[in-house]
């Protein structure tokens, strides 16, 4: 739930952004390896914001996957060992 809420006020920065970035029509140019083009400044500033978060938001689901699969693992395992010390006879001392 946490996470939902995060995205959320970021969707709202992301669009209150592009409110605010309508109103500048100042064209830049960027330049590519093999090409150059002049795009609005709003749009550039958008685009690159909303490639940087869903980069990093597929980054963290990569990383949170991996740690809950580990996780399941481990806990396989930790099962798995106290299933063997349950099933180990128990010796008596003889005094």
Same mark, same amino acid.
């Given at each position: 739930?946490?996470?939902?809420?995060i =995205? &959320?006020?970021?969707?709202?920065?992301?669009?209150?952004? $592009? %409110?605010?970035?309508?109103?500048?029509?100042?064209?830049v140019?960027?330049?590519?390896?093999?090409?150059?083009?002049?795009?609005?400044?709003?749009?550039v500033?958008a =685009? &690159?914001?909303?490639?940087?978060?869903?980069?990093?938001? $597929? %980054?963290?689901?990569?990383?949170?996957?991996?740690?809950r699969?580990?996780?399941?693992?481990?806990?396989?395992q930790?099962?798995?060992?106290?299933?063997?010390?349950?099933?180990v006879p128990?010796?008596?001392?003889?005094?």
């Amino acid at each position: 739930m946490k996470s939902f809420i995060i =995205t &959320v006020v970021v969707a709202l920065l992301f669009f209150l952004a $592009l %409110m605010f970035g309508a109103r500048n029509d100042q064209v830049v140019t960027i330049s590519y390896f093999v090409a150059q083009g002049e795009y609005r400044l709003p749009v550039v500033l958008a =685009t &690159v914001f909303l490639s940087g978060f869903i980069i990093s938001w $597929l %980054m963290a689901f990569y990383h949170i996957t991996r740690m809950r699969l580990a996780l399941r693992r481990k806990n396989k395992q930790l099962a798995e060992l106290e299933n063997q010390l349950l099933h180990v006879p128990v010796k008596e001392n003889e005094a």
